[in-house]
């Protein structure tokens, strides 16, 4: 007798196969993505095609005390990220920054995480600059093209998210500027480092545009 418990077990075993494919073309097609971004022979601390001023590389520096390992801090005055270390380190990486008030500094959570996400402009966005934005309204698929680039940190505030991103960027002269709507831009090849050193909850706190505030160096 064929009974439902059977059904769903038989059909389970019929479908988990091509269920399962695009999962593994997906990642096939990231893992292309991830070396069409990152230069040949990349050395963090060296490797610069995009023309960035030597400061914004990858660097090892010493960070002030009192601050948590895995915390991100984002100086918004001198454009650096900073992923803190165990033992008073942290890395430092270069970032852009939102342009004018857009920037809203604050502490954050790292809600999700994604890799080459796709994206849709918020609402206010399609508003202010309809001319950019307004063909993006139905959203852009993932991709070396895309506004987020490789990989996206998504913050929060509780269980809220403020639709503001620390994410890869394809506009990688941008780095060091307040270019963005409002979101925290990395090199893509940089950001990808530093994925994996992220656990959803960390915390992240954008300081105001006025403040230094992380390392030493």
Same mark, same amino acid.
């Given at each position: 007798?064929?009974?439902?418990r059977?059904?769903?077990?038989?059909t389970?075993?019929?479908?988990s196969?091509?269920? #399962?494919a695009?999962?593994?073309?997906? $990642?096939?097609?990231?893992? &292309?993505?991830d070396?069409? +971004?990152?230069?040949?022979n990349? !050395?963090?601390?060296?490797?610069?095609?995009?023309?960035?001023?030597?400061?914004?590389?990858?660097?090892?520096?010493?960070a002030?005390?009192?601050?948590?390992?895995?915390?991100?801090?984002?100086?918004a005055? #001198?454009?650096?990220l900073?992923h803190? $270390?165990?033992?008073?380190? &942290?890395?430092?990486?270069? +970032?852009?920054i939102?342009?004018? !008030?857009l920037y809203e500094?604050g502490?954050?959570?790292?809600?999700?995480?994604?890799?080459?996400?796709?994206w849709?402009?918020?609402?206010?966005m399609?508003?202010?600059?309809?001319?950019?934005?307004?063909k993006?309204?139905?959203?852009?698929?993932?991709?070396?093209q895309?506004p987020?680039?490789?990989?996206?940190?998504?913050l929060y505030?509780? !269980?809220?998210?403020?639709?503001l991103?620390?994410?890869?960027?394809?506009?990688?002269?941008s780095?060091?500027?307040?270019?963005s709507?409002?979101?925290?831009?990395?090199?893509?090849a940089?950001?990808i480092g530093?994925?994996?050193q992220?656990?959803?909850?960390t915390?992240?706190?954008?300081y105001?545009a006025?403040?230094?505030?992380t390392?030493s160096n």
């Amino acid at each position: 007798m064929l009974t439902r418990r059977h059904f769903i077990t038989t059909t389970a075993a019929l479908f988990s196969a091509p269920i #399962a494919a695009p999962a593994f073309a997906a $990642q096939d097609q990231w893992a &292309a993505w991830d070396a069409q +971004v990152t230069p040949a022979n990349y !050395n963090p601390s060296v490797s610069n095609p995009w023309g960035l001023n030597p400061r914004f590389l990858p660097r090892v520096v010493e960070a002030n005390p009192g601050l948590a390992p895995g915390e991100i801090h984002v100086d918004a005055v #001198a454009r650096y990220l900073y992923h803190i $270390q165990e033992g008073g380190t &942290a890395m430092r990486y270069g +970032v852009a920054i939102g342009r004018g !008030n857009l920037y809203e500094p604050g502490t954050y959570t790292v809600g999700r995480k994604a890799k080459w996400p796709s994206w849709t402009p918020t609402a206010q966005m399609v508003k202010r600059e309809p001319e950019i934005y307004a063909k993006f309204a139905d959203g852009e698929p993932g991709g070396p093209q895309n506004p987020l680039g490789s990989r996206a940190l998504y913050l929060y505030v509780g !269980n809220r998210d403020t639709m503001l991103r620390i994410h890869g960027t394809p506009l990688s002269r941008s780095i060091g500027s307040r270019a963005s709507s409002g979101c925290v831009r990395m090199v893509m090849a940089h950001i990808i480092g530093l994925y994996d050193q992220v656990s959803v909850g960390t915390t992240a706190r954008l300081y105001p545009a006025d403040d230094f505030i992380t390392a030493s160096n």
